[in-house]
C-alpha cells in the first residue's frame, strides 16, 4: 500500500509499531474519532493484498496483525463479528504464525469493545491449537444481546460453555466443535429452554466433543424431531468400553448414532447404559462382532421405534428373530451392508409386526420369497417395503 496520506500513513504507523504503544485504550479513542471503521477496512485490505506466495514470515505480519485488532475492532455499532476471513487471510501465508496469546486478546477485548454483538463466530484452524480461556469466556458472558454464538477449531471447556448459557439470556444458538469436558456431561446441565441437543464424541484420545444446543427443532436436518418437545441426538464413536461412562449424565438421548468400529475391547462390554427416552437408533459395526448390537438392545431395545443396522455381522451371535423379540415396540427396522442367515429365522418372526418398514438389502432371490410368504397371509399388511437397498 503506497503511503500517499497521513491516514495511509497512521495505517502503515499503527500496523508496524503497535507493541510499541502502552496505552492500547487511548489508541482506540484516537482511531475510533479518526475514521476508524474504514482504519480497520484498510488495515484488512492490507492483509488481503499481502503477497502471501513470497512470504517468509520474518516480519512476523500475521502477529502483527492480530496485535492491531483490539485497537481497531471498536463500536458499540457493531452486531456481528466473525473471525473466518481473518484466519484465512493468515493461512494464505508460508511459515504463518499466530500465538494463542494473540487470538485471545482480540476475544478479551469484545465485551468492551463491542457491547452489543447479537452474533460471533469464534474460527479457529485446528493447526494453531487455539483456546478460550477464563477471561475470554468472561468477556463472551458479557455480552448480554448474544443470541447465536460459533466457536470452531477452538478448545473451549464444558464448564465454559455452561457458564455462557446461563449468563447469555438471549442466546438462541451455541455450537462447539473443540469442547474439553473438564465436568461430566449431563442432560440436566442444559438450559431447559434448549430444545434441541446434539453432542457429537468422537474424539475420545483428546477427551473432546462437539455440541450444539438451540432454541428451536431443525426439522428439515432431523425429521422426527417435529414430534418431540425436546429432542437429544449423540453419535459416538467409544475406542474402549470405559468411555461410555460418557452415557451416565445423558439420561435425554432420543436419537444414538452408535459406532463400535474403533472399539478395541468390544468383548469385555458388559451392561450397555440404559437410555429410557431414547427412540431412534443407528448402530454401525464395521462388519465385527455383533457383541456391542446384543448388549445395547437387551438394555434399550425396549423403547425403540426405529432401528438401522450398518455393517453388522449378526449370523454367528445375534439373530434376527432375536432382534425383533428385544425390540418388540420397533416400526421400522433398515439392514445396510449386514450379513446373517435371514433364512434361517422363522418369517412368523417378522411378520407379526404389524407396520413394519423393512429395508434390507437382499438379493432378488430372498426378496422375492419374502414377498410370497408375505402374500400368503390372509392379513392385509401396510407399510412393508421388501427389496433391494443400496448401502
Not at 84 to 89: A, E, F, I, R, Y
Not at 132 to 157: M, N, P
Not at 202 to 211: I, T
Request: glycine share 4%; charged share 25%.
Amino acid at each position: 500500500m503506497e503511503k500517499s496520506s497521513l491516514f495511509n500513513l497512521a495505517v502503515n504507523s499503527l500496523f508496524d509499531n503497535i507493541d510499541e504503544y502502552a496505552d492500547k485504550n487511548l489508541l482506540k479513542i484516537i482511531f475510533e474519532r479518526a475514521r476508524g471503521d474504514i482504519l480497520l477496512k484498510e488495515t484488512l485490505q492490507i492483509a488481503k493484498n499481502h503477497s502471501h506466495q513470497n512470504c517468509s514470515g520474518e516480519d512476523d505480519h500475521v502477529n502483527k496483525l492480530w496485535a492491531t485488532l483490539p485497537v481497531l475492532v471498536y463500536s458499540k455499532n457493531y452486531v456481528s463479528f466473525d473471525t473466518t476471513d481473518l484466519m484465512q487471510m493468515s493461512r494464505n501465508c508460508n511459515n504463518f504464525c499466530l500465538s494463542n496469546s494473540r487470538f485471545q486478546d482480540l476475544i478479551q477485548c469484545l465485551a468492551s469493545n463491542t457491547p452489543n454483538l447479537r452474533n460471533l463466530t469464534i474460527k479457529g484452524l485446528p493447526e494453531l491449537a487455539l483456546s478460550l480461556g477464563e477471561r475470554e469466556l468472561a468477556s463472551i458472558i458479557q455480552l448480554k444481546s448474544l443470541q447465536v454464538l460459533y466457536i470452531q477449531d477452538v478448545s473451549v471447556s464444558l464448564s465454559g460453555v455452561l457458564a455462557i448459557t446461563r449468563k447469555c439470556e438471549k442466546l438462541e444458538k451455541i455450537a462447539a466443535d473443540q469442547v474439553c469436558m473438564d465436568v461430566e456431561p449431563s442432560s440436566d446441565a442444559f438450559r431447559d429452554d434448549f430444545v434441541f441437543v446434539k453432542i457429537n464424541a468422537n474424539n475420545f484420545q483428546e477427551n473432546r466433543l462437539g455440541l450444539t444446543l438451540q432454541k428451536t427443532m431443525p426439522i428439515e436436518e432431523f425429521p422426527n424431531c417435529a414430534a418431540f418437545p425436546r429432542y437429544t441426538v449423540l453419535c459416538i464413536e467409544p475406542r474402549k468400553v470405559a468411555d461410555l461412562k460418557l452415557l451416565r449424565g445423558l439420561t435425554q438421548i432420543t436419537e444414538l448414532k452408535f459406532s463400535s468400529f474403533q472399539l478395541v475391547d468390544i468383548q469385555d462390554l458388559g451392561e450397555f447404559p440404559l437410555l429410557p427416552e431414547m427412540r431412534f437408533a443407528w448402530i454401525l459395526g464395521g462388519k465385527r462382532s455383533a457383541h456391542a448390537l446384543r448388549r445395547f438392545l437387551q438394555i434399550n431395545g425396549l423403547a425403540l421405534r426405529e432401528l438401522t443396522l450398518k455393517g453388522i455381522s449378526l449370523s454367528d451371535e445375534v439373530t434376527l428373530t432375536e432382534v425383533f423379540n428385544l425390540c418388540p415396540n420397533l416400526n421400522s427396522l433398515e439392514f445396510n451392508d449386514s450379513d446373517f442367515a435371514v433364512l434361517n429365522d422363522p418369517i412368523q418372526a417378522i411378520l407379526r409386526f404389524e407396520n413394519l418398514n423393512l429395508n434390507y438389502d437382499l438379493d432378488t432371490l430372498i426378496a422375492e420369497i419374502f414377498e410370497k410368504a408375505w402374500k400368503s397371509q390372509n392379513t392385509i399388511w401396510n407399510g412393508y417395503r421388501v427389496g433391494t437397498v443400496s448401502s
